[in-house]
């Protein structure tokens, strides 16, 4: 999960500032005291605010609480604990204290950013674009504040909201490559090809033979399904020094997709890329589903479930994770494991069709396309 990528640190304030603050004590023992228990409180700030910077969240969390209302710095306590509060997916927690953040008088952008987040995964879709716009108010040209929440959207399925975060940033930023091509990767989960394509080449354009332009030349031919010229922009953007898990993926993906078969070059080059980019980045559940493949196609079962099982704690509701477990189960002969996999695809299936059936057709989805991390 992407969030506001940011902590606030403690800060010591000014000796004016702490005088206007706190009561004079009446003797030296009254003193002592509460230069401990400042001194006490501080540091559970401080730990707090390291523990947030090292994505430690929860553990952040009872430092942070620790020094709520005993800390000068109250803005840097209540900022961390919404933000380590929206990482672990407590969003009401979280909007509780960043909507009082928003009420001071100069709230800033960051707070508003982290307040859309949290609205985008508690399925506030409107309350979270409102937020987003505040923000952009106070910062038209910070392209991190779109992105930030666009990953949100990706995150919760929400991608009709994708879609319109991105477009408000691209008319604050109508040339940001980075832009574009996370609109061009909300448009490929909307099966919306042409506007996708069209996204990607108009990134390639605005910043190219950059890690971008690779990435999104990449997209853009997977899409249109000319899957040779999708290896040679992965292979020539990983030459070219832009090694990530993204195109690593993509490569390993495409070359599946070419038809190689275990004994080839090319099979073993799909192997290593995806092996770097799992390496790199264990929590994309679709390299690791790509990964899985290679393996289930190598005869190494034990090795594809495993991996599989990784992607489906990521994307519990990834239908390719369960047929591919129902067959690495059936070629490990555990037949009832299988049937179990098996069980819950129909479930999920008959689920997202109920939804399509229910609801607007531009939340249906397909393969998730990497993003910009």
Same mark, same amino acid.
């Not at 090809?193 to 950059?210: I, N, Q, R, S």
């Not at 695809?345 to 990497?370: M, V, Y």
């Given at each position: 999960m992407s969030i506001c990528g940011c902590s606030f640190a403690t800060a010591q304030p000014s000796p004016g500032r702490l005088q206007s603050q706190t009561k004079p004590p009446t003797n030296d023992h009254d003193a002592s005291s509460s230069v401990n228990s400042s001194d006490s409180a501080n540091q559970e700030l401080q730990t707090g605010t390291d523990l947030t910077r090292q994505g430690h969240f929860r553990e952040a969390i009872p430092h942070l609480l620790a020094a709520q209302g005993r800390v000068t710095n109250e803005f840097a306590a =209540?900022?961390?604990l919404a933000l380590c509060y929206t990482a672990i997916n407590q969003f009401e927690k979280a909007i509780s204290i960043l909507t009082t953040l928003s009420s001071a008088a100069h709230p800033t952008a960051g707070v508003y950013n982290l307040l859309a987040q949290a609205y985008v995964g508690n399925s506030q879709p409107e309350q979270a674009f409102t937020a987003l716009q505040q923000a952009a108010v106070i910062s038209p040209a910070n392209e991190k504040l779109y992105v930030l929440v666009a990953d949100a959207c990706m995150d919760h399925q929400n991608y009709p909201l994708g879609v319109k975060v991105v477009n408000l940033g691209i008319e604050n930023l109508p040339h940001s490559a980075r832009l574009f091509y996370?609109?061009?990767?909300?448009?490929? #989960? #909307?099966?919306?090809? =042409? #506007?996708?394509?069209?996204?990607?080449?108009?990134?390639?354009?605005?910043?190219?033979?950059?890690?971008?332009?690779?990435?999104?030349i990449a997209q853009q031919n997977l899409v249109e399904g000319k899957i040779p010229e999708t290896i040679a922009a992965a292979r020539q953007g990983i030459a070219a020094g832009h090694e990530n898990h993204i195109l690593l993926t993509l490569l390993g993906e495409a070359l599946i997709r070419s038809g190689v078969a275990p004994g080839q070059p090319e099979f073993a080059e799909a192997q290593t890329a995806l092996e770097k980019s799992v390496a790199g980045h264990p929590d994309n559940s679709r390299s690791q589903i790509a990964l899985a493949k290679i393996y289930l196609m190598a005869g190494r079962y034990d090795?594809?479930?495993?991996?599989?099982?990784?992607?489906?704690?990521?994307?519990?509701?990834?239908?390719?994770?369960?047929?591919? #477990?129902?067959?690495?189960?059936?070629?490990?002969?555990? *037949? =009832?494991?299988?049937?179990?996999?098996?069980?819950?695809?129909?479930? *999920?299936?008959?689920?997202?069709?109920?939804?399509?059936?229910?609801?607007?057709?531009?939340?249906?989805?397909?393969?998730?396309?990497?993003?910009?991390?």
């Open positions: =209540d900022f961390n996370e609109r061009g990767v909300f448009e490929t #989960l #909307l099966e919306r090809g =042409d #506007l996708a394509a069209a996204d990607f080449a108009e990134a390639a354009k605005l910043a190219p033979e950059t890690e971008i332009a690779y990435m999104a090795d594809a479930i495993t991996h599989l099982e990784i992607a489906r704690q990521l994307d519990p509701t990834n239908t390719s994770v369960y047929s591919h #477990l129902a067959a690495a189960y059936r070629k490990r002969g555990q *037949l =009832d494991q299988a049937q179990k996999m098996l069980a819950i695809l129909a479930n *999920l299936n008959e689920a997202q069709a109920a939804k399509i059936r229910s609801g607007p057709s531009d939340h249906k989805a397909t393969t998730a396309p990497s993003r910009v991390e």
